[in-house]
């Protein structure tokens, strides 16, 4: 079953309105997420790492006003697209790295979730 | 810095054949490797992944990688391809002694398998 659960799969919205997308970690307490952008052709960009209980760290060039991390439990990541232009459609992926104690096979991957597809009209 | 290049955007292959996704990477330190597979409009799913030992790694679905250090190669292979592997695949890596710092992808190599 799903380790990592993303939410909504599919949204549409109107331009300046914002979307909340949840990211769940299901299986394991995860200190650290990261959300990805996955752009038309293929490459996926990571946008920042969220850390429980603290701000998250965005790569250069992702405005932070812009899309809102919140990482306020163990088991929950959000990215708010606030006032969302059609330009910010795109294909929104969290994921969440297993703790050590994890069973060892699985240590230190990834586990991501379904993604979130995003239409800004 | 970290870095992976998969030099091939598309890779065809008939179906029964044997198929090579290639992936070379860049860390300063002991390399953790990673391959994933995602299919449309889903989220990435774990192939396989190196850490030390052996240099040849099997993973899912009959796919293996073989590390070699001083090609600092990572190739993706299967010894006879199915028209169900048709999806995108990424190479991912990290430095083993960089803490909890997030995995460097590559741009993805989209493989086609035709019946």
């Known amino acids: 079953g799903a380790v990592v659960s993303q939410h909504p799969s599919r949204v549409i919205c109107k331009s300046g309105t914002s979307v909340k997308i949840e990211c769940r970690s299901l299986?394991?307490?995860?200190?650290?997420m990261f959300w990805y952008r996955q752009f038309p052709k293929q490459s996926l960009m990571l946008m920042a790492t969220s850390n429980e209980g603290s701000k998250a760290t965005y790569e250069q060039g992702v405005e932070k006003d812009k899309f809102l991390i919140n990482h306020a439990s163990l088991t929950l990541s959000t990215l708010t697209v606030t006032s969302a232009h059609p330009e910010d459609s795109s294909f929104y992926i969290c994921?969440?790295?297993?703790?050590?104690?994890?069973?060892?096979?699985?240590?230190?991957?990834?586990?991501f979730g379904e993604g979130s597809r995003l239409t800004v009209l | 810095a970290q870095s992976v290049a998969q030099p091939e955007d598309q890779v065809n292959v008939a179906e029964g054949n044997p198929l090579t996704v290639k992936c070379t990477y860049s860390?300063?330190?002991?390399?953790?490797l990673f391959w994933y597979v995602q299919y449309p409009n889903r989220g990435l799913q774990f192939l396989l992944k190196?850490?030390?030992?052996?240099?040849l790694v099997k993973g899912s679905y009959g796919f293996e990688a073989e590390f070699n250090k001083s090609q600092t190669s990572f190739h993706l292979k299967k010894p006879s391809a199915l028209v169900s592997d048709s999806a995108l695949y990424f190479c991912?890596?990290?430095?083993?002694?960089?803490?909890?710092?997030?995995?460097?992808f590559g741009k993805g190599t989209r493989l086609s398998v035709i019946a």
């Open positions: 860390v300063s330190g002991n390399p953790y």
């Open positions: 991912a890596v990290r430095d083993i002694n960089s803490g909890n710092t997030p995995l460097v």
């Open positions: 190196y850490i030390t030992g052996d240099n």
């Open positions: 994921s969440a790295r297993a703790p050590s104690g994890y069973p060892v096979h699985y240590t230190g991957e990834l586990f």
């Open positions: 299986d394991f307490q995860a200190t650290t």
